[in-house]
């Protein structure tokens, strides 16, 4: 911290009263389809000091659910702490939620804790070194001063109370963060010159795991701490419990910090921002935290650790194993490969492989696992074989394993990347009517509002045909297929040899889908007689409209017979999209597309035997 003995005096500009800082829930009956649900502050019926000495304070509001509240107050016993520790310029949060046998179901959509800052105080917002700025008053987004855009938590400031936003986009989403990266943000005042920061050292508590986005800081001036949401995953975020389900879960400790600084911080507060990264890392390496109180929260001795080696074996890009190099390894609830992104009840633990493949996950909670991983730039989803079980205390090296990616054949062509985010295709030019500045550059140009109408301009005269060998896909293949209506996107390919009694593969690895269906066909645009593959309508996590490059993750294998294809001349796969009766957002993401020749044969010698 810069200046603690001026921290406490910042106390005095954060909040204006009780009403501005709170934990809240959504939450609905068992069977409710979607996302919505009641939105109820959590709010404390029972009052206790749980530690009170010279180096630490913590205390406890707790509520509980019983039969007269039913139909009226989500059925949960919550306990929320909050500790101060001595020569520390800030206070931690955490909470206990306990769903008991016996209790009515119900699903929980969304939880959180939320600050709303003196907006005549915190004018400055930053959550990555990339998207950090002075940020518009609350007050623009009134009637007066914004127009409506194409969803509520977007406006244009057409008459701000600051001449230099007139123009922009005030839009919520546009300050989202993948969790993994998701441990520092905040808001800055210049006069007094204070920071607020919320500082979440694990996302252990989080649901969906590391590719999860969720919010941050926005207009308010607000700060979020979200712990369970459906943001750019839809319905399968939402935690369903049955009648008489027992669950425990503790969200938190974060850490709000408070720093300060004797001197004037101007118009780039750099001083306080940096401070803050280095704030984080501080807490960081001292998670898991020795001083909650709770014996719900386990602490560094209680948990445990395991290590090993991941590698990846492809045989048709290398006959040798080889070491997954910054994948993503964790430990997650025990399910199918991949099920991890829409876990929502239990613990997460992850981290990435070095250069060698090797990991270690330190701090483990006791519990039964699966481990899981995904490695950039292969398809599919890694899940060791034998469940895992985690004990106090425990060091567990499990070895070597072994990733082999989906694969049938050879590539024939391809296009992007496979890494789970459409990053690399074409991003047009944002519409100048509803530019941010601040996100012009290339780390944010995808987060510009109205992205999906300049397609229009681009591809004026039809859907997109892209042509393998002479199409970019960096250049050709737009980011995502979110017409309004049913369009068909084209991929001519030519063959230089063809086997008629084959079978090739067509793999489609989706970054997003909402709400959409996806059909195949080869070589035959006859919608009237049914694709060689159907999705079916899928997805809800409306990645699209909220400026993410990635939703869900969805990966498809679709056979193609050979005797549909052509050695003379152009093949070509129409890949369908339909949304129809489904009103914006709906729409697709693509990672990847491959396609593979068929299996080779391989031949069987009789060897022999020994006499």
């Avoid at 027992?246 to 911080?265: D, L, R």
């Avoid at 430990?331 to 633990?349: H, V």
């Avoid at 030019?429 to 109205?450: C, I, P, V, W």
């Avoid at 396609?595 to 080779?600: A, K, T, V």
């Amino acid at each position: 911290m810069l200046d603690q003995d001026l921290a406490p005096k910042s106390y005095l500009y954060v909040f204006l009263s009780h009403e501005n800082r709170y934990w809240d829930l959504v939450w609905s009956p068992p069977g409710t389809p979607g996302t919505t649900g009641t939105f109820e502050r959590i709010v404390g019926t029972s009052f206790e000091v749980i530690v009170e000495n010279e180096e630490q304070v913590e205390v406890s509001f707790s509520r509980t659910w019983n039969s007269s509240l039913e139909g009226k107050q989500a059925p949960l016993k919550i306990d929320k702490r909050f500790v101060l520790l001595r020569g520390s310029s800030g206070f931690y949060s955490y909470a206990i939620y306990q769903h008991l046998e016996g209790w009515p179901g119900f699903n929980l959509a969304e939880t959180r804790i939320v600050f709303k800052l003196r907006k005549d105080k915190f004018h400055y917002m930053a959550m990555s070194d990339y998207r950090k700025r002075h940020m518009p008053l609350p007050d623009d987004r009134s009637p007066n001063r914004a127009k409506p855009l194409a969803y509520p938590e977007a406006v244009l400031l057409v008459n701000p109370v600051e001449p230099e936003f007139k123009g922009e986009v005030d839009d919520k989403y546009q300050y989202s963060c993948e969790t993994e990266d998701l441990k520092v943000h905040g808001w800055i005042s210049t006069d007094p010159p204070v920071g607020f920061w919320q500082i979440t050292p694990s996302n252990e508590f989080r649901t969906g795991g590391p590719t999860k986005q969720d919010l941050t800081s926005h207009v308010g001036p607000t700060n979020l701490a979200m712990f369970v949401s459906t943001h750019y995953a839809g319905s399968d975020l939402v935690i369903k419990f049955d009648d008489g389900e027992k669950w425990k879960k503790v969200f938190g400790p974060v850490f709000m910090y408070i720093s300060s600084t004797s001197t004037s911080v101007g118009e780039e507060p750099l001083t306080l921002w940096n401070d803050a990264k280095n704030q984080m890392l501080e807490e960081v390496g001292k998670w898991p935290y020795n001083f909650p109180a709770s014996r719900d929260f386990h602490q560094a001795h209680e948990r445990g650790r395991i290590s090993g080696r991941l590698f990846v074996y492809d045989r048709f890009v290398t006959d040798e194993r080889m070491p997954a190099s910054d994948a993503s390894i964790g430990l997650a609830l025990p399910g199918d490969p991949g099920s991890w992104q829409r876990e929502n009840k239990g613990y997460q633990f992850w981290t990435k492989t070095n250069v060698e493949g090797r990991f270690s996950i330190k701090n483990v909670l006791p519990g039964t696992y699966n481990v899981y991983a995904w490695v950039h730039g292969f398809i599919g989803d890694f899940k060791y074989t034998s469940n895992i079980t985690i004990t106090q205390g425990c060091d567990m090296d499990i070895g070597d394993l072994v990733f082999e990616p989906p694969r049938d054949g050879p590539t024939l062509w391809e296009i992007g990347t496979p890494d789970r985010s459409a990053a690399e295709f074409y991003i047009p030019d944002s519409d100048k009517m509803y530019t941010n500045k601040f996100l012009a550059n290339e780390h944010n140009r995808f987060r510009q509002y109205g992205l999906w109408e300049r397609y229009a301009k681009v591809y004026p005269d039809g859907d997109l045909v892209f042509t393998i060998g002479q199409s970019d896909y960096k250049k050709d293949w737009k980011r995502y297929d979110i017409m309004y209506e049913k369009t068909t996107w084209t991929i001519k390919f030519k063959l230089k040899d063809l086997n008629k009694n084959g079978t090739y593969k067509l793999r489609l690895a989706l970054a997003s889908v909402q709400l959409s269906e996806l059909e195949v066909r080869a070589n035959d645009l006859n919608t009237d007689t049914p694709p060689l593959f159907s999705t079916g309508t899928i997805g809800g996590d409306n990645a699209v409209a909220r400026h993410g490059i990635h939703g869900l993750y969805w990966l498809f294998s679709v056979d193609i017979p050979g005797q549909l294809l052509n050695l003379d001349g152009e093949n070509a796969i129409y890949l369908t999209k339909i949304n129809e009766g489904i009103i914006f957002p709906g729409g697709i993401m693509y990672d990847y597309i491959r396609l593979e020749g068929p299996p080779p044969v391989v031949l069987h010698l009789n060897v022999p035997s020994d006499p």
